[in-house]
């Protein structure tokens, strides 16, 4: 486990900015404890400082996971966030999609969200960013990258794709051999 180098740093950033924008400072300063980022097997972690502290005591073949994964390198160098990083961009999410219950099942199952199961939307989301899916209750259920604008959403025909499906709750059961190894 070591820190992030800074090109690795940018790119995580970066991923994270298109989700949260500038709601990453809230992720580093936050008021109870200090939070880091740390890598692992080109898996990145978001963990406490006084936890990161004790895992330099551990072995590094030995240690599997620590904190909350967020994402993963993939071996082109381009970050991919993982559905584990989910309840951290939902706590600090600048732009959401709800979707009705008619609508949630087809998301989990891994398909895009359609205009038909958009039940509301944040106002002025431009196109291609990254927002939070939400049900009609406030529960996250994954993210993913709009496929059009508010204004071209309210145009858009029922079967037009609005968000692209980058992550969902979905995964913990369909990918569940590969999704921690």
Not at 110 to 130: C, F, I, W, Y
Not at 164 to 170: A, E, Y
Request: glycine letters at 6%.
């Amino acid at each position: 486990m070591r820190p992030l180098t800074e090109d690795e740093t940018k790119v995580v950033f970066e991923k994270l900015a298109n989700y949260i924008g500038r709601n990453i400072a809230n992720l580093i300063n936050r008021a109870d404890e200090p939070y880091c980022f740390r890598i692992q097997k080109d898996r990145v972690y978001y963990v406490s400082e006084n936890i990161a502290r004790y895992a330099v005591c551990v072995a590094r073949h030995n240690l599997m996971s620590l904190g909350t994964c967020i994402g993963k390198f993939t071996k082109t160098g381009k970050f991919r966030l993982h559905i584990t990083a989910l309840e951290l961009l939902a706590q600090n999410a600048k732009l959401k999609v709800w979707i009705k219950q008619n609508g949630e099942m087809p998301f989990l199952y891994g398909n895009h969200v359609l205009k038909a199961h958009v039940g509301r939307m944040s106002e002025d989301v431009p196109e291609h960013t990254g927002v939070i899916v939400y049900s009609m209750n406030d529960h996250p259920l994954g993210f993913g990258v709009t496929a059009k604008s508010t204004v071209e959403t309210r145009r858009a025909e029922p079967t037009a794709i609005i968000t692209f499906r980058q992550g969902d709750v979905g995964e913990y059961l369909r990918d569940e051999d590969t999704l921690f190894a």
